[in-house]
């Protein structure tokens, strides 16, 4: 486990360059880089005790609540181990008044959806959603299934839709770029955003509220201008094959009854469909590899699209090539070549920040596998979009 190695060596450099004795595993665990498992060990150590089977097993057991807690929408691993260092010893602790104060609103919703939320989604039952969202909502919208769905398994724990319309054009500038960097929560989260989806927004007043009047979604995690997560209520069909009446859904939600599931909804501007594709399908690793394949001939690849980056001193020198008397290489060239040909070593010394002089251009990839060729991936289907695909032959 590369990360569990690199864990243990970023321990290990903390308490070598400790400024202050280390006396207990509390005072090693105020160290960057020391967790609360190795400070449990740095606590036995320094009683004189062997780490024996008896603590792998309380280790293996708290590693089991640290997942049961975290599979809590809302609630992550960090957050997991502070409620296990407050005593909880199983999700039914949290619904005492002492823990349950503890949680965020988005956290107590989780907690009370945890049981069915842990129970798998069929692809039955997804098609089944996406096919209610598209009797629910404009026929405008392009509704798609995306993530573990698209990739082909039998089951998941979410079912992610994305959302296009003709209408919802803008695509916003990409922050600076860097290197994709590994390990969990690296990549960012598609179309996500801290601030609060305002009423208004397309995503919102034309999507996210009809389906909450018609009885789908029964709460709400987060939501943003391009992205909601919520918790929906399995939509179902009567003997006759129509859905079930709006008003016995809402009492459904009302009462919680009936199976409910992960559901998040993404919203992406028109033109970026390719890019949003490629990202809401995943999985993580192949997505990694993409962002990777894009930094390497120096691009950057978001869910909006394709870009690159050309700082004012290279926009210049082209503006000046095509312009001179006497052609260069580069005049000569077309404009899909100029694009290439730009130095790669570009993406390494991108401004300090967005204002610096420079210009982003979005490259023209109006097809997820045309996305995929500009990458050198070529053409990989969904189903093999996976860490088996990456892994070396």
């Known amino acids: 486990n590369a990360y569990k190695v690199r864990s243990y060596l970023a321990a290990i450099n903390a308490i070598r360059n400790a400024q202050q004795p280390i006396t207990s595993g509390k ?50 691993p960090r957050t997991a181990d502070k409620l296990i260092a407050a005593g909880v010893t199983s ?14 609103p988005i956290q107590r919703i989780g907690l009370v959806y945890a049981k069915p939320l842990s129970e798998p989604v069929t692809r039955a039952k997804a098609e089944l959603v996406a096919d209610f969202i598209r009797d629910h909502i404009s026929s405008n919208f392009t509704v798609d299934l995306m993530g573990a769905y698209r990739r082909g398994l039998d089951s998941f724990t979410t079912v992610s839709i994305l959302l296009t319309h003709p209408h919802f054009v803008h695509i916003p500038l990409p922050a600076r770029p860097s290197t994709p960097k590994r390990g969990p929560g690296s990549i960012p989260l598609p179309f996500y955003e801290r601030a609060t989806a305002p009423a208004d927004s397309m995503l919102i007043l034309d999507a996210v509220r009809p389906l909450e009047d018609v009885g789908l979604l029964a709460a709400t995690i987060t939501s943003c201008t391009g992205r909601h997560v919520g918790i929906a209520a399995q939509p179902r069909r009567g003997p006759d094959g129509q859905w079930t009446s709006m008003g016995e859904r809402l ?17 992406a501007p028109h033109k970026a469909r390719p890019a949003a594709m490629l990202a809401l399908t995943g999985d993580e690793d192949f997505y990694h590899a993409a962002r990777l394949a894009a930094h390497r001939q120096g691009l950057y690849l978001n869910e909006y699209g394709l870009w690159r980056w050309t700082p004012a001193s290279v926009s210049a020198a082209l503006s000046e090539a095509s312009t001179s008397t006497d052609p260069s290489p580069l005049s000569d060239a077309s404009p899909r070549q100029q694009e290439i040909d730009i130095d790669p070593s570009l993406a390494e010394t991108l401004p300090s920040s967005p204002t610096a002089p420079g210009t982003w251009q979005l490259l023209d ?29």
């Open 365 to 393: 990839t109006p097809t997820e596998q045309s996305l995929l060729s500009s990458l050198a991936l070529g053409h990989v289907p969904p189903d093999r979009r996976n860490f088996v695909f990456l892994r070396p032959r």
């Open 91 to 104: 999700l039914h602790d949290l619904r005492h008044p002492e823990h349950f104060s503890r949680l965020s």
């Open 251 to 267: 009492r459904d939600i009302r009462y919680r009854r009936g199976a409910f599931l992960r559901l998040e909804i993404n919203l």
């Open 27 to 76: 005072d090693a665990a105020k160290l960057k880089g020391v967790g609360p498992g190795i400070a449990e060990r740095v606590d036995i150590f320094l009683q004189g005790k062997d780490y024996g089977p008896e603590h792998e097993a309380a280790a293996r057991r708290k590693l089991e609540l640290n997942r049961a807690l975290a599979s809590i929408p809302g609630v992550g």
